[in-house]
């Protein structure tokens, strides 16, 4: 499989299932060369891969049960049956698409939102399977008794009543989802630039355009902002960094240390970490491999002082950091500095 490699002293891309023996640039030996994340793909996996399901899903039930209702409204004016048929249809499929609805908001709840355990997911899951108890129950009573509308007993009004529930829990569940939709807002991939275009605009684009990687994590460590650099540099998608926790980035030998640290500064609102003090660490990329990150944190708070979240700054330093380990062992192995710059 082709894969792509960088040679880690003079930054050469080397593209082929392996590194090459030697740089072609550089000279430098094929144990320099790091692999490189994979360039994203076109075609129809990319777009799989950013198929919103849960919205589509949950826009049948929302966009079917109104309908149905209009078809009963319309029967009982025209006295059509097949009107009356059209909506028990209607009915039948809303129903059907809930697990599907169900299922996908369960995981974008714990895809985009971390599995927050706030109350808007449990009403939306109670709600949800409400919708589907009253859509079974409509069907069960319709499919046995056709004719329980025109017969006017209690089955006729209790079809009514768990079409009328539908109707509601599909209103609250839309309801629910547009202010999910628009916390989302708050935490981008790319801020968006002010309209105008002018000089405010200029910090949004700066953040969103960056080379270094510039994100951001709320107080529980969850990603809220994730710009260009930051996928290029570990090769993961704005749309699968956000709403993950930091252990996306940290190799997992440091994270206890780093949720220590970090528990200490959410609970006294003070980092050891000085504002001109530049961190280096090890980091995580998506395909597993490591580099060497340098970086600076920047503390958010909020009005009352509190952190709402940290925000980190940070540049690939892999090859700097190899110059240098390549500097140390040359003077040790008795080389001068000027004989060290020597390729
Ligand atoms: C039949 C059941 C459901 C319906 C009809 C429904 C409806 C909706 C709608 C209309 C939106 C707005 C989509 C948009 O405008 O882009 C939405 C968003 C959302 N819903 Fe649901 N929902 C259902 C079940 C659930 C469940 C059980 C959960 C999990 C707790 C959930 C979690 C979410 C989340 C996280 C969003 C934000 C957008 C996203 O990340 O996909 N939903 N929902
Ligand atoms: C990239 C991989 C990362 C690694 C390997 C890492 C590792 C660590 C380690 C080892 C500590 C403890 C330091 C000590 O005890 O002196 C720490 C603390 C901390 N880290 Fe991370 N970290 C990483 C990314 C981040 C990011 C991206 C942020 C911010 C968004 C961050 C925010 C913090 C904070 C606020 C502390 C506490 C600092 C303090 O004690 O004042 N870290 N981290």
């Known amino acids: 499989m082709t894969a792509r490699w960088q040679c880690t002293i003079c930054g050469y891309i080397h593209t082929g299932a392996a590194p090459p023996d030697v740089c072609p640039v550089c000279g430098a030996d094929r144990t320099k060369f790091i692999p490189l994340p994979a360039e994203r793909q076109g075609g129809l996996s ?86 589907l108890t009253l859509g079974l129950a409509a069907t069960v009573l319709r499919y046995g008794q056709p004719g329980l509308l025109a017969a006017g007993g209690w089955p006729g009004w209790l079809y009514l009543f768990c079409l ?29 630039p002010a309209p105008a275009g002018g000089i405010d605009a200029w910090p949004g684009l700066i953040v969103a355009q960056a080379p270094d990687a510039i994100l951001a994590a709320d107080a529980g460590g969850v990603i809220r902002l994730w710009n260009r650099g930051a996928e290029r540099i ?69 009005e009352d002082g509190g952190i709402a979240g940290v925000a980190a700054i940070l540049r690939d330093v892999t090859v700097q950091w190899e110059r240098e380990k390549q500097l140390r062992e040359q003077l040790a192995a008795g080389g001068g500095p000027a004989a060290a710059a020597t390729p």
């Open 46 to 131: 990319a777009a799989l891969a950013v198929f919103k399901l849960h919205p589509v899903a949950a826009h049948f039930p929302g966009g079917l049960i109104p309908t149905a209702w209009l078809f009963l409204g319309l029967h009982a004016v025209y006295r059509d049956p097949g009107l009356e048929v059209a909506a028990f249809w209607l009915v039948m499929l809303a129903t059907a698409v809930v697990p599907v609805s169900l299922g996908s908001g369960l995981r974008d709840w714990q895809k985009h939102f971390g599995g927050e355990r706030a109350a808007i997911f449990f009403r939306k899951i109670a709600l949800a399977l409400t919708l």
């Open 234 to 302: 570990f090769g993961v998608p704005a749309a699968q960094a956000i709403g993950r926790s930091l252990d996306l980035i940290i190799p997992e030998s440091l994270r206890q240390r780093h949720w220590q640290g970090w528990g200490k500064v959410m609970s006294s609102g003070v980092s050891r970490y000085g504002e001109a003090e530049l961190l280096r660490v090890p980091a995580l990329r998506g395909d597993g491999s490591r580099f060497s990150a340098e970086f600076s944190i920047v503390m958010l708070k909020d």
């Open 164 to 192: 009328a529930g539908m109707l509601g829990c599909v209103v609250l569940l839309g309801h629910y989802g547009a202010i999910l939709v628009s916390r989302q807002g708050g935490a981008r991939a790319v801020p968006r």
